[in-house]
């Protein structure tokens, strides 16, 4: 297990920073993260939050961090896979026993399940007594890739912080950087759920040789008024057509970057938006 506190979620830490300072931290959480490393990071950042010893609260260094850090302090607990398919029923009860115990250097215990999404229906079901409203005072943190897989009865009994939307736009950002954008195109480009939308429907109707994609070449060209928009759609198109030359379409991967390679350069000759795409169209249906 490897832990960096530094690499945790920053919205998401102070979110939990606020709650800790106005002490209505909630008793349990199910923290949502694609690949579980940042979750997890900023699970052990709130443990050292609650538990530093240092000025600059969590300094990551006081000694009480360090053994936080390590997976040696008494009052902080962890179980995982460790490699297996399942978590299972006996791995849960370790975690009932210890609430029967005090805590022993702090005020508060912190239980952390990784990869919960794991978690057998016995060791799910009894996880349910752990996540009411505990006698002792205890923080649950399950951390998963995949909230689907939890129980609803368990989801209903925590508070869901998600890590994966970030994530993705994190993601994105980068994609779009390396090919070609700047950071204020980047920036203005922070909502594009129905350009993407529309831009698929338009992608796969001309791959089906559907006679709508001319339809929706006009309304795509009205959706995307401005030229970073409009490249945007462009890059779309490329990136989608080079999955296809990785995938079994090769040859529709190859033709559509053809097209495309044929309106860059049809753009600098100051050619409408709407007629390249209808041009796009126009050549698929034939």
């Not at 203005?188 to 796969?204: G, I, N, R, W």
């Not at 779309?236 to 559509?256: T, Y």
């Amino acid at each position: 297990m490897s832990v960096d506190i530094s690499k945790r979620g920053k919205k998401q830490s102070e979110l939990l920073g606020q709650a800790f300072e106005q002490k209505k931290l909630a008793h349990s959480y199910l923290f949502v993260d694609a690949n579980e490393v940042q979750a997890l990071n900023t699970a052990y950042w709130l443990a050292c939050l609650f538990n530093c010893s240092g000025n600059e609260k969590p300094d990551g260094t006081c000694q009480n961090c360090r053994q936080i850090i390590s997976g040696n302090h008494p009052d902080v607990l962890m179980v995982e896979p460790e490699g297996k398919q399942n978590l299972g029923i006996d791995q849960v009860r370790v975690l009932k026993e210890e609430l029967a115990k005090s805590p022993v250097q702090s005020s508060v215990r912190f239980f952390f399940i990784n990869e919960a999404q794991k978690l057998t229906l016995p060791a799910a079901n009894a996880l349910l007594n752990l996540l009411e409203e505990p006698i002792a005072p205890v923080v649950t943190i399950l951390i998963t890739n995949n909230t689907d897989q939890i129980l609803p009865t368990i989801r209903s009994r925590t508070q869901i912080i998600n890590f994966t939307l970030n994530q993705k736009k994190h993601d994105k950002s980068e994609e779009l950087l390396a090919n070609g954008f700047s950071p204020s195109e980047v920036d203005s480009l922070e909502d594009t759920a129905k350009l993407d939308k529309e831009t698929k429907y338009f992608y796969q109707e001309m791959l089906e040789h559907n006679s709508l994609s001319l339809v929706s070449a006009h309304q795509l060209a009205e959706m995307a008024k401005s030229k970073n928009e409009q490249n945007y759609v462009l890059f779309l198109l490329k990136k989608w057509a080079q999955a296809e030359l990785k995938s079994n379409n090769q040859k529709n991967g190859a033709r559509m970057l053809k097209y495309l390679l044929e309106i860059d350069k049809m753009q600098y000759s100051n050619v409408s938006f709407r007629n390249l795409l209808d041009f796009l169209a126009l050549q698929w249906k034939r």
